[in-house]
C-alpha cells in the first residue's frame, strides 16, 4: 500500500455548514488520518477543484440545498478522473441508498455512525489506493516485458517459452542451437521433440509434475536432439514466468561441454547457493524458493511458512565472543535451527539474521514450529568457538496464503514481526497469519500495554530533544521533548508505535503526566545549572479534559522550583476544535502558574483561523505539510504567509517545524515567522546541547 501514517487524505467537501465539513474534517484527524481538505461552494468551484487539485475523495452532503446531490454526482462523474464519491447521511433507507448508488456514489458515510463513517472512508480510500497501485504496475510491467522482450532477443542465452509442454516464445539463440531458422518452425512443437529417446520418459514425467502445479527443479540434465538428430548434453533451468498474460515455464537451455564432469558441475553450481560463512542457502537462493512458495500460494492456494530469526542481543554477544567470531557465531545457529526446523528450508538471510520456509504448513503448525525453536535455543547453550552462549532469539513469522500472496509484503510482514519481537523483550514469536489478524492483533496489543506499563512504573521512556531555534537570533533556549519506549535492545521504538495503543487502553492520561514531570524536572535541572531552558511537549486530548492536570502541573512547578514559563505544553488543532470549552478551561488554569499553550498542526484545518477567536495561544505551530513542498509550492508560501501575519496582529508566536531547506529557511524569514526546527537545522538527539548562540 502506498498510504502510510503520514500519508494525507486529499479531500472535498461538499456541505452547506462549514461548521459540520469542520467537524467532518476533525473526525477524520482524530481517527489518525491526516487531511488535506478542501470546500465547494458552487458546481464550478467543485468542478475547478477535480481539475485542478490532486483529489482522493469528494464527501458530499446528500441533504445540501445549495448543491443538490444529484448535480453533485453528475460534476464528479464527468470530471474524467478515478474519485470516488460518498454520500453523507444522518440516516439512510432502502430508497435513498438505491438512489444515491444509482447516481454514482460508491458508499454512503452516516454521520451519526462514527465507526461505519471512518470504515467507509477508509474503505474508499484504500479501494482508491489499489486501484492507482494496479494501474501503475500494469503500466510498469507492460514497460518491463517489452525490456524483457528486447533482452531475451539479444541474448546469447538460449531462452524458450513453455506453455503445457508447447513452445510459444523462443529468441536466436535457442532457434540456432537446435538448427531452426524461425520461430515458426517450432512454434507450437512439443518440447519433448527436442529430447533424445532415451531421456523421452524421465522427461515426460517431470512434464507432468509441473502441469499439476508441483515446482520446478533447479536444474535438470539430459540429452538433447537438435533438428538433424544430433545429441548432445544439456542442462535445462526452469523459472515461472508469463507471456503475454499468460502462465508458462522459462527455459534456459544450456549446451554442456563433453569434457565437463557433471558430477563437478553439480557441485560447483551448489556452492553457487550457499553461504560460504555458515553453509546455509545465501540470500538470493533463499529468496528464490520464496518467490516460488508465493507464487504457489496465489495461483493454487497453498499454504506455507516463513520465519525470520535474529538473535537478541546481537551487539552484547558480539563484546563477548568478538567480532571476528560473528560468522561462527551465525552458524552455530544455523545449525542449531536446521535440527529444530524439521527438514524445512533454512538460509542466512542477513549480517545476524536466518531464514527458514517450511512448504505445506497450516498457521497451527507454523505456530508450533516457530516455538519449538525458539525453546531450542531459550534451552540449550550455543557453543561458539571457546564461548558458551545461552543466546535466545526473536522471531517474526508470516503464514503465507492467498491473501498475502506478494513476496515484498510477506517479507515486510515478517520483518516488522522481528522488530515486534525485540521491542516487548525478545525471546518471543510475532506470527502475522492474514487469515487470523485479529487474534495475532491482540497478542500483540496486549504485549504492547504491559511494555508500557512497566515503563510508566519506573524510567522506560527515552527522552529525545530537538531544538526549536529563533529566527532573530535572540539567544532563547527551547527544546521540543519526544518521547520513545526502549525496545529489549536499549533501542528506543518510535512513539507512533505504542500511542495509539495507549490511547484505546486509557494510558494516555499517565504518558502525559509522565512527561510533565520529566520535563519540570529537566527545567529545574537546567536552572540551576545557570540555563533558562523552555521545554515544549505535545500533550493529549484526554490532559486537556483532565479536571486534575492543571493541579498536578502547579504542584510539580512549585516543588521543583520552576517558572511555568518554562513549560510549553502543545495540544493539536484538531483535538481543541472539538474540545473547545474544555481546551478554553485548561488554558486558563495553565495561565494561572505561568504555563504557555501551542496549537500544533496549525493550518490544516478548514477555517483554523476561526479557532483563535475562542483560543488564545501563545504559540503557533505550523502544520509540517506545508513544509514539505514549501521551496516550490506558491500555495504553502502563501498559507504560512497568511499564518504568519494572523498571528503576529493576534501576539502570537509561529514555530515552523520539520524545515528541509536552505531555500524554505529564506522564505520563512521573509514571512515572519518566529522559530524554526527540523533535522536540516539541528537533529532530534539524547542531550540539550546546541549551541543557540
Not at 67 to 85: S, T
Not at 180 to 189: A, K, L, Q, R
Not at 410 to 416: F, T
Request: aromatic share 6%; net charge negative.
Amino acid at each position: 500500500m502506498a498510504i502510510g501514517k503520514d500519508t494525507a487524505l486529499r479531500l472535498i467537501l461538499v456541505d452547506d455548514q462549514v461548521n459540520e465539513a469542520e467537524a467532518i474534517v476533525s473526525s477524520l484527524r482524530n481517527a489518525g488520518i491526516a487531511v488535506r481538505p478542501l470546500r465547494a461552494e458552487s458546481l464550478d468551484e467543485l468542478a475547478s477543484q477535480l481539475a485542478q487539485q490532486p483529489v482522493d475523495m469528494v464527501l458530499a452532503e446528500h441533504a445540501s440545498t445549495l448543491m443538490p446531490f444529484n448535480e453533485v454526482a453528475m460534476v464528479v462523474m464527468g470530471c474524467g478522473r478515478d474519485v470516488p464519491l460518498l454520500a453523507v447521511l444522518d440516516g439512510v433507507t432502502d430508497e435513498i441508498l438505491d438512489s444515491v448508488q444509482s447516481q454514482g456514489a460508491q458508499a454512503v458515510a452516516l454521520r451519526g455512525r462514527p465507526q461505519q463513517f471512518l470504515k467507509n472512508v477508509r474503505t474508499e480510500w484504500h479501494d482508491l489506493d489499489a486501484r492507482r497501485s494496479q494501474r501503475a504496475l500494469e503500466a510498469q510491467m507492460r514497460e518491463t516485458e517489452r525490456r524483457c522482450d528486447a533482452l531475451i532477443d539479444s541474448s546469447r542465452e538460449p531462452i524458450a517459452y513453455i506453455h503445457e509442454g508447447m513452445h510459444i516464445r523462443a529468441n536466436q539463440a535457442y532457434l540456432e542451437m537446435f538448427g531452426y531458422e524461425t520461430f515458426e518452425d517450432i512454434e507450437g512443437m512439443s518440447l519433448l521433440d527436442l529430447v533424445a529417446p532415451k531421456d523421452v520418459d524421465e522427461f515426460k514425467a517431470l512434464l507432468k509434475r509441473l502441469s499439476k502445479g508441483e515446482p520446478p527443479p533447479p536444474r535438470h540434465e539430459l540429452t538433447a536432439r537438435d533438428i538433424e538428430g544430433n545429441d548432445f548434453p544439456a542442462v535445462m533451468e526452469f523459472t515461472a514466468a508469463q507471456y503475454e498474460g499468460e502462465a508458462c515455464q522459462q527455459v534456459i537451455f544450456r549446451r554442456q561441454a563433453q569434457d565437463v564432469d557433471p558430477e563437478l558441475a553439480r557441485q560447483v553450481e551448489q556452492l553457487k547457493q550457499r553461504d560460504a560463512a555458515t553453509g546455509l542457502l545465501n540470500r538470493p537462493t533463499f529468496l528464490g524458493l520464496l518467490d516460488a512458495a508465493v507464487a504457489e500460494a496465489a495461483s493454487h492456494g497453498a499454504q506455507h511458512g516463513l520465519l525470520l530469526i535474529e538473535p537478541d542481543h546481537y551487539a552484547q554477544l558480539l563484546q563477548v565472543i568478538g567480532l571476528d567470531a560473528a560468522d561462527q557465531l551465525m552458524a552455530a545457529m544455523g545449525q542449531r535451527l536446521e535440527s529444530a526446523g524439521n527438514g524445512a528450508v533454512v538460509g542466512r538471510f542477513g549480517e545476524h539474521q536466518l531464514a527458514l520456509l517450511v512448504r505445506g504448513s497450516d498457521h497451527m503448525a507454523t505456530s508450533e514450529l516457530a516455538e519449538r525453536i525458539r525453546d531450542a535455543f531459550a534451552e540449550h547453550v550455543l557453543e561458539v568457538g571457546e564461548n558458551s552462549l545461552n543466546a535466545t532469539v526473536s522471531i517474526g513469522g508470516v503464514q503465507i496464503g492467498e491473501k498475502i500472496a506478494s513476496t515484498s509484503q510477506v517479507l515486510a510482514k515478517a520483518s516488522q514481526g522481528v522488530v515486534a519481537a525485540i521491542g516487548v523483550g525478545g525471546n518471543r514469536v510475532e506470527l502475522f497469519d492474514p487469515g487470523a489478524v485479529d487474534r495475532a492483533e491482540q497478542e500483540r496489543i496486549d504485549a504492547w500495554v504491559a511494555r508500557i506499563k512497566v515503563a510508566l512504573e519506573g524510567d522506560g521512556f527515552r527522552v529525545d530533544y530537538q531544538p526549536v531555534i529563533a529566527l532573530a537570533g535572540d539567544g532563547s533556549e527551547m527544546y521540543e521533548m519526544f518521547l520513545h519506549l526502549y525496545g529489549s535492545d536499549g533501542e528506543p521504538v518510535e512513539a507512533s508505535t505504542y500511542l495509539a495503543i495507549a490511547e484505546e487502553h486509557g494510558l494516555l492520561g499517565d504518558i502525559d503526566r509522565w512527561a510533565v514531570a520529566r520535563a519540570i524536572e529537566l527545567a529545574g535541572e537546567r536552572l540551576r545549572a545557570g540555563k533558562r531552558t523552555s521545554l515544549l511537549l505535545s500533550m493529549s486530548q484526554e490532559a486537556v479534559q483532565d479536571t486534575s492536570m492543571a493541579g498536578f502541573i502547579a504542584e510539580r512547578l512549585a516543588t521543583a522550583g520552576v517558572p511555568g514559563e518554562l513549560l510549553v505544553l502543545a495540544v493539536p488543532e484538531a483535538k481543541v476544535f472539538t474540545n473547545v470549552r474544555a481546551a478554553q478551561d485548561f488554558v486558563g488554569a495553565m495561565a494561572g502558574v505561568g504555563v504557555r499553550i501551542a496549537l500544533e498542526r496549525f493550518g490544516a484545518g478548514l477555517n483554523s483561523m476561526q479557532l483563535l477567536t475562542h483560543f488564545d495561544p501563545a504559540f503557533l505551530k505550523i502544520d509540517p505539510q506545508f513544509m514539505t513542498d514549501l521551496a516550490k509550492s506558491a500555495d504553502s508560501q502563501q498559507q504560512v504567509r497568511n499564518i504568519a501575519n494572523q498571528a503576529h496582529g493576534r501576539g502570537i508566536r509561529t514555530i515552523a517545524d520539520r524545515v528541509q531547506d536552505a531555500a524554505s529557511m529564506t522564505m520563512l524569514f521573509s514571512a515572519g515567522v518566529d522559530y524554526v526546527q527540523g533535522n536540516f537545522l539541528a537533529p532530534t538527539g539524547p542531550s540539550m546541547n546546541h549551541d543557540f548562540s
